[in-house]
């Protein structure tokens, strides 16, 4: 694979020449959003400038344009995960709605008490605290596949779990906070062999490496645009046809339906079934140039590039003594981000000082709670790697620890 021309890349993010206090912005929190080519801006701006109207097939030109665009952005994406059409493509505000449209109109009404919905101790609060409230109002049971001290799923826990009383299993593709990539093939594999829905939580998968939903066979599959050099405000729900054709609508309002009388209403055609009101157009439009755009460098290079930087910054990590580090060694099963902790010095405090230095990382539990639990501590230091970043970058990290440590020490 031929390496990224980083400094080439850069110059197409204005926000990463910033400056503050005359240091230069040093960005290393992809994990919680990405930040935005020019190519993504423009083509948002150009919409709004030139095309921007409501969609749903207006009579008038904008109104056509806009729809086309709306509609091709789903056809865009469809095709960067191997999903079969646009139909099976939904466009939602993010991840966590994506969660949740399954999470209301497939487990509310499906469930049933004494069924169990199988999830990882590893789960994001989008997935983790959405289907414990659908535990609680189905009396379906939740249970956790364990991560053990390595940071990866226990496979045998995972078989035991998932039998006949499962009737979904949940699982993220990539940990936010360990890094960890789950072998999510095998856990859809295990879920269809006992009649349960396997839905993946893509949102830290799809922006960093190339992904097949067909090869992976999740019944459904989410993510979000801002995290893949997208916009905000716009998600995707990927669900196999035949389950999305079968499932009620989540929301309910104009541009959904068939046929309105005032006793009852019947649904529309995917995906727009699942896409009432006034949609994420712009979003989209800006969605489908990200898509463009990651493509063109290709996710192969951005993966090899972030995992080089993700495995030089864990190695300078672990050479620190009094760092240590969550998740599993670099390697196939680790993707590019690192959380850590420095030995007497709290997550928050360290963060605060790398911002000293113009540096963005973040701390906190990364909306995972019950895994810091696990874990055995309060809050984590993480650092996530991009298209962008570069060794120099990840040196000036390293290198910041000391002043926590005199600090703090
Ligand atoms: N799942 C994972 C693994 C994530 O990393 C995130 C974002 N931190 C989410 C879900 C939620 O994404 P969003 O905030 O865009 O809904």
Redesign the pocket.
């Given at each position: 694979l031929e390496p990224l021309d980083v400094g080439a890349i850069r110059e197409e993010f204005p926000v990463l020449q910033r400056e503050f206090d005359g240091q230069q912005v040093v960005y290393l929190d992809n994990?919680?959003?990405t930040q935005t080519p020019d190519a993504v801006v423009d083509a948002m701006s150009d919409y709004y400038r030139e095309s921007n109207a409501n969609i749903h097939r207006g009579i008038h030109h904008l109104s056509q344009e806009a729809s086309i665009a709306y509609e091709e952005a789903h056809d865009r994406v469809a095709e960067f995960i191997g999903a079969d059409g646009r139909e099976e493509i939904v466009f939602t505000?993010?991840?966590?709605?994506?969660?949740n449209l399954v999470a209301y109109a497939w487990g509310l009404n499906e469930l049933d008490p004494g069924e169990k919905i199988v999830l990882t101790e590893m789960?994001?609060?989008?997935?983790l605290v959405t289907w414990q409230q659908i535990g609680e109002r189905t009396g379906a049971d939740v249970e956790y596949v364990r991560v053990d001290d390595d940071g990866r799923l226990d496979l045998d826990h995972a078989r035991e779990l998932i039998d006949d009383d499962a009737a979904i299993v949940s699982a993220?593709?990539?940990?936010?906070t360990l890094g960890t990539v789950n072998p999510v093939a095998e856990l859809a594999e295990l879920a269809h062999e006992h009649d349960a829905l396997a839905f993946v939580?893509?949102?830290?998968a799809v922006p960093n490496r190339p992904v097949d939903v067909a090869e992976i066979d999740a019944d459904f599959y989410?993510f979000?645009g801002?995290?893949m050099a997208g916009p905000?405000g716009i998600?995707v729900l990927y669900g196999k046809r035949e389950l999305l054709e079968e499932m009620e609508p989540f929301l309910y309002g104009g541009g959904m339906i068939r046929k309105v009388t005032f006793e009852e209403s019947t649904w529309g055609d995917l995906p727009w079934k699942f896409e009432p009101g006034t949609p994420p157009i712009a979003e989209a439009v800006g969605l489908h140039a990200a898509v463009d755009w990651l493509e063109e460098i290709g996710m192969e290079r951005i993966q090899a590039h972030e995992e080089e930087i993700a495995r030089y910054a864990y190695e300078r990590l672990e050479a620190e003594e009094d760092v240590e580090i969550y998740g599993p060694e670099p390697g196939p099963d680790r993707g590019g981000l690192v959380s850590f902790n420095l030995e007497g010095v709290h997550a928050h405090d360290l963060t605060s000082i790398m911002n000293d230095h113009t540096i963005a990382v973040r701390a906190g539990d990364?909306?995972t709670q019950p895994l810091h639990d696990r874990l055995g501590v309060p809050a984590s230091t993480r650092a996530s790697f991009y298209v962008y970043n570069t060794r120099e970058e990840v040196d000036k990290l390293v290198d910041a620890l000391e002043d926590a440590r005199q600090l703090f020490a």
């Open positions: 994990a919680a959003t505000k993010n991840t966590t709605e994506s969660e789960e994001h609060h989008a997935s993220v593709h990539v940990s936010n939580d893509g949102a830290q989410a979000s801002h995290k905000t998600g990364h909306c």
